[in-house]
């Protein structure tokens, strides 16, 4: 672990178009000598319903300014964020992790400079790498972290993604079951979907 502890510091009532939820901060206060990591790593958990009886529907979503503000259609980051919150809400309960590892963890500014590259043709990951970057830098330690901080040792991921299934599994986290995240294809970013399914293993569909 990498972290010295992991902290809840709000808790905090958060109506929304979706309902009802709790909105909680959490810092994670790395250890000193990683030069990777700042200091002090935050996440929010929006918390809705009874989360304990049974294993919780959870949303693991990482920051997307260009998709979670302005709707970008580059990528699906909006329309996912909008059913992982619907999906919450048809079920009555549920956890949206958010954090805030932008641009699979390269940065905003270096995610505007893999949209440039990007823009003459190289796909997601092979901007990335140009630019010097990993296909994806993240880690989901402070998400797995802040479930064990809310007592949910289990729970129903919602995600097309393999790798976070494995990092919640390695963590200790149960994931009993994995739920699509796949939402309608726009012709902007079919090319975005085809290269997370092609190339990173993504289980779209
Ligand atoms: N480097 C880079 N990151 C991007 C780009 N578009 C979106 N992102 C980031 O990708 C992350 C979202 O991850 P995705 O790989 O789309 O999806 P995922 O969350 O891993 O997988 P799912 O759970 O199936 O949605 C966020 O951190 C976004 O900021 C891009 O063009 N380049
Ligand atoms: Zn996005």
Partial sequence: MSFVSVNKVADA??????GQFRILGFEGL?????????AVESGVA???????????IVRIHSQCLTGDVFHSLRCDCHDQLHKA???IA???AGILLYENQEGRGIGLMAKLRAYEL????LDTIE??????????QRNFELPTEMLKALGVPAVRLITNNPEKVSALETTGIRVVERLSATIPTEPTFERYIETKREKMGHLVG
């Fill in 90 to 92: 048809a079920e009555g």
């Fill in 46 to 56: 929006l918390v809705m319903g009874d989360i304990h009886s049974k294993p919780p």
């Fill in 13 to 18: 009532q958060f109506p929304t178009r979706w």
């Fill in 30 to 38: 790395v250890t000193p000598g990683n030069p990777t990591r700042k």
């Fill in 85 to 87: 919150l619907g999906m």
């Fill in 118 to 121: 990007q823009d003459q043709g």
């Fill in 127 to 136: 901007a990335n790498e140009q630019l010097g970057f990993e296909a994806d």
